[in-house]
Each structure stands twice: as structure tokens, then as C-alpha cells.
T-cell receptor, first 118, second 114 residues
Framework: DAGVIQSPRHEVTEMGQEVTLRCKPI?????LFWYRQTMMRGLELLIY????????DSGMPEDRFSAKMPNASFSTLKIQPSEPRDSAVYFC????????????????FGPGTRLTVL | DQQVKQNSPSLSVQEGRISILNCDYT??????FLWYKKYPAEGPTFLIS?????DKNEDGRFTVFLNKSAKHLSLHIVPSQPGDSAVYFC?????????????FGQGTRLTINP
């Protein structure tokens, strides 16, 4: 399996521009997560989906952020308009529910997208 | 409000010695804990986990200890090897609120010196 695929790997944009990050989860996984990593706050969960449905978006910082999962093999995280404080590494992860792991399972992370907003 | 805290941003250990990484949490509802390891330019990868019914879990050179009364867990790596140099994230979840919702700490950068 190719693992979780994210694109682009690097994105440099100017303040006010729209940014779209993309993710392809591991085939067969029914959970998809978007995280943001910063020096100050570490790894923060932004939103997660189960079977393509958003379950918890309480980590989304503000209305400028939106995420969609139109099908089981694709998700996007959009920032519009982008601001310099959005500069961070954004990770996508996927997992599946198993009965023998206390209701949870290992999350498999993609390589991340490093976003720089000038 | 950081529910999971890793108070040491960095740690340097000599090869062959023991590395001890610490993690504290504030939410008493957390009942499942994990450690992830991250190399530069890669995503975090799962290392080891422990549920709240245990106080120790071992996997090769890696052992995680959980002290529920102190709301503290630690990861021991022995012996430490140069390939262990990475950032280590502690994470926790509450199986009732949502098993898949992990709360991560800020990470500790471990450097193993030859």
C-alpha cells in the first residue's frame, strides 16, 4: 500500500490567497483526520471524518478553514483567505475501527504539507 | 489549554544509555495513550500504546509506563540507538468521547549522541 498521500508537499502563497490541501487516505480506512503542527502548539487535530461524514470539527480555528470528503478516497482542507499565522505543517491521517483495539486503532499519517503564507 | 503536555522540548542521550521521555495529562477521562515518532519531512508513525487498565507495556527496546494517579506517562528506550533520534509525540484519547480523537503533546526532540 502506498500509504496516505498528501499534495502538495510544499506550498508558498501570499496572504489573502486561497489554499487547498489534498489527501488520499489508505484504501479501506474509514476514518480521516486533518492535523496542524506548529512549534508552539505541537500537533493539533483540526477535523475528522468517519465514512466521509465530518464527526468533529471543533479544532478548526475559524471560518476561513473548511474541509470536505466527497468520497472515501479523497479529502481537501481549504483556507480562504490565508494569513501568515496559518503557516504550519498540515498532516492528513487515516485509520479504521477494530474491535480488538479498544475501539480505536493506529492512525497512519501522510508526509504532510508545509504551508508558508507570506 | 494543553491537556497533554511534554515539558521537555529536547533531550540528548548517549548511545547505549537509557532515554526517558515524559508526558503529563490533565484530563482524567483519558484512558488510552500512545507514543508516536516523527523523522524530519515525514509524518508521525505509531510506536507503542497503553490502555488505562495497565501500568506498563513493553515492545522490544521500548517500554511505556502509566501512572494514573499522577496523570503521568513515560517512554523508556533502552539501549538508545542513533536511529532513535527523532521527535516523539505523546497522545491520549477518551474512548467514551471518541476513540479516534487523539490529543497530542507538543513533542520532545530526542538526540542520540554516538
Amino acid at each position: 500500500d502506498a500509504g496516505v498521500i498528501q499534495s502538495p508537499r510544499h506550498e508558498v502563497t501570499e496572504m489573502g490567497q486561497e489554499v487547498t490541501l489534498r489527501c488520499k487516505p489508505i484504501s479501506g480506512h474509514d476514518y480521516l483526520f486533518w492535523y496542524r503542527q506548529t512549534m508552539m502548539r505541537g500537533l493539533e487535530l483540526l477535523i475528522y471524518f468517519n465514512n466521509n461524514v465530518p464527526i468533529d470539527d471543533s479544532g478548526m480555528p475559524e471560518d476561513r478553514f473548511s474541509a470536505k470528503m466527497p468520497n472515501a478516497s479523497f479529502s481537501t482542507l481549504k483556507i480562504q483567505p490565508s494569513e501568515p499565522r496559518d503557516s504550519a505543517v498540515y498532516f492528513c491521517a487515516s485509520s479504521f475501527m477494530r474491535e480488538d483495539t479498544w475501539g480505536t486503532d493506529t492512525q497512519y499519517f501522510g508526509p504532510g504539507t508545509r504551508l508558508t503564507v507570506l | 489549554d494543553q491537556q497533554v503536555k511534554q515539558n521537555s522540548p529536547s533531550l540528548s542521550v548517549q548511545e547505549g544509555r537509557i532515554s526517558i521521555l515524559n508526558c503529563d495529562y490533565t484530563n482524567s477521562m483519558f484512558d488510552y495513550f500512545l507514543w508516536y515518532k516523527k523523522y524530519p519531512a515525514e509524518g508521525p508513525t505509531f510506536l507503542i500504546s497503553i490502555s488505562s487498565i495497565k501500568d506498563k507495556n513493553e515492545d522490544g527496546r521500548f517500554t511505556v509506563f502509566l501512572n494514573k494517579s499522577a496523570k503521568h506517562l513515560s517512554l523508556h528506550i533502552v539501549p538508545s540507538q542513533p536511529g532513535d533520534s527523532a521527535v516523539y509525540f505523546c497522545a491520549a484519547s477518551d474512548l467514551i468521547q471518541g476513540a479516534q480523537k487523539l490529543v497530542f503533546g507538543q513533542g520532545t526532540r530526542l538526540t542520540i549522541n554516538p
